[in-house]
Nanobody
Framework: QVQLVESGGGLVQPGGSLRLSCAAS????????IGWFRQAPGKEREGVSCISGRDGSTYYADSVKGRFTISRDNAKKMVYLQMNSLKPEDTAVYYC????????????????WGQGTQVTVPS
């Protein structure tokens, strides 16, 4: 069983940057795919970005493409989400989760959810 813990959230002004971290422990594997999700108040959870463990491929939702960058450091068992040019609509609780399958436009099959980290971009 993989345990995931997110950190790095906070309050940032529009146009600013944050870097979120997802720390893995437990029965980890470099082959796990890690996804970042977010959930804004009153909205459904949505997939934001994903990085595959098997081939390093990445995937981004259209809403963050060109602004967010996902990366991983397998030696440290960490996955990062660098968020630039933040907008008020990026305000949400951000979660990381894992699955075996590589990244795609389909966001099903993720588990081992972390507790989330709040990102707030005031309007």
């Amino acid at each position: 069983q993989v345990q995931l813990v997110e950190s790095g959230g906070g309050l940032v002004q529009p146009g600013g940057s944050l870097r979120l971290s997802c720390a893995a422990s437990g029965s980890t594997s470099d082959y796990y795919t890690i996804g970042w999700f977010r959930q804004a108040p009153g909205k459904e959870r949505e997939g934001v970005s994903c990085i595959s463990g098997r081939d390093g491929s990445t995937y981004y939702a259209d809403s963050v493409k060109g602004r967010f960058t996902i990366s991983r450091d397998n030696a440290k068992k960490m996955v990062y989400l660098q968020m630039n040019s933040l907008k008020p609509e990026d305000t949400a609780v951000y979660y990381c989760a894992s699955r075996w399958y590589t990244c795609s436009q389909y966001w099903s099959g993720f588990g081992s959810w972390g507790q989330g980290t709040q990102v707030t971009v005031p309007s």
